[in-house]
């Protein structure tokens, strides 16, 4: 889900931003009404249900509202707390030195400045990067090394990877107090309809409880960046098409310290590779396969001829308009799987209708015998 600030509430529940708290009381029930799951079987009313519940959650409440305000203006928030001191917009007192946030130097003129939001702290494994490289057969024969270029995500080079630039810790979220949801009182808007409550997932920290105590101004918060880099890559020898080369710690890495993953190098050999058309055909060669069998097999071939004729004719056509010319030996076996992929998807069909068709004819002739 994404984070608070990237969502316009006003906008979802068709409200001004000096919308009375009535007013959007009003706007969420008319537009709960005609989403709620239980009256709306379209395919994505439940999830603009959410987004709509997510709004009047934040909206009709008034911390959380002028909360929410200050952040998409940029400007200061002082929220309500049980303490006597005022809060930051990221949780916490104005303690410390000087009573600056984050209690440390910083506050409205340093690195500790109010960026006028807060980022969700989620930390979570980078994903693998798929790198392609094309060889030709020789030189996927006998092995290679490759040096090569892509971009990825790479640590923050500001706050080396957690988010905060001065805070080692992440805070506990001030919107939904540590507990990764809030929730959205439907009693009160549909009245005796008994839709009861609804918790939804926190819009600020996106369901983790805790947010980036101070946001990096260089990463935003995630701590990682986009970022070219290199890699050299041994291709070992007698590699085929479509095989993988794993290069541990090279992959994306994780926001807020999460794992990094690995590049994967996948290694194409168009020497090995089925033109489209022609593994279309093959798979076609394949469906007709079994009604060959089932045919001769059950005495009804004469009866299914065209089921075969149809599909095989075609399946021919379109390997042979694909090219026919020498292949070596990975490419016919490429062939040979796309011909048993197509027989596995046509093996049910011709048992049910052989079987049908062998029935019918045998019931005529017992009645002819009568």
């Known amino acids: 889900m994404s984070a608070m600030t990237d969502k316009n509430y006003y906008e979802i529940l ?11 009381r009003k706007a969420f029930q008319k537009k709960a009404r005609t989403l709620h799951p239980d009256v709306n ?40 707390s049980t303490s006597s001191a005022p809060q930051s917009p990221f949780g916490g007192g104005f303690g410390g030195y000087g009573g600056m946030p984050f209690g440390g130097f910083g506050g ?28 030709d057969s020789k030189t996927a024969a006998t092995g290679t090394r490759r040096g090569i270029t892509y971009d990825r995500y790479v640590v923050c080079d500001v706050c080396h990877g957690t988010g905060s630039e001065e805070s080692e ?33 926190c819009p600020e920290c996106e ?18 960046i986009l970022s070219a880099s290199e890699a050299v890559v041994d291709i070992p020898a007698d ?13 994306n890495a994780g926001t807020n310290g999460g794992k990094t993953g690995d590049l994967l190098v996948r290694v194409g050999i168009p020497a090995e590779r089925l ?53 070596n030996s990975v490419w016919w076996k490429n062939a040979g799987n796309h011909v048993v992929a197509g027989l596995s998807n046509g093996f ?18 017992a009645a002819m015998r009568f």
């Open 108 to 135: 409205f003129g340093g690195f500790g400045a109010q960026r006028g939001r807060a980022t969700a702290y989620n930390p979570r494994s980078g994903a693998d990067v798929v790198y392609d490289i094309e060889l």
């Open 348 to 365: 049910m069909l011709a048992l049910f209708m052989t079987l049908m068709i062998s029935c019918a004819q045998g019931a005529g002739r």
């Open 41 to 80: 079987k379209a395919p994505d009313a439940e999830e603009k249900f959410k987004e709509v519940s997510e709004a009047y959650a934040v909206l009709s409440d008034e911390d959380k509202r002028r909360r929410y305000d200050a952040m998409r203006s940029g400007a200061p928030f002082m929220g309500s």
């Open 207 to 224: 369901g983790t409880g805790k947010v980036v105590a101070d946001p990096c101004h260089r990463c935003k918060g995630t701590g990682r």
């Open 275 to 327: 033109a489209p058309e022609s593994a279309m055909g093959f798979q076609l060669i394949g469906f007709a396969l079994p009604f060959i069998a089932m045919g001769l097999f059950f005495q009804v071939l004469g009866a299914v001829s065209l089921i075969i004729a149809v599909p095989l004719v075609m399946g021919l056509f379109m390997v042979v308009r694909g090219g026919l010319a020498k292949h």
């Open 14 to 24: 068709g409200v001004s931003s000096d919308a009375t708290t009535e007013e959007i």
């Open 169 to 201: 810790h992440a805070k506990v979220c001030p919107t939904c107090h540590g507990k990764g949801s809030i929730d959205v009182d439907l009693s009160a808007v549909f009245g005796g309809m008994g839709f009861g409550a609804m918790r939804v997932q």
């Open 239 to 251: 590699s085929h098409d479509g095989d993988m080369i794993r290069v541990p710690g090279m992959g």
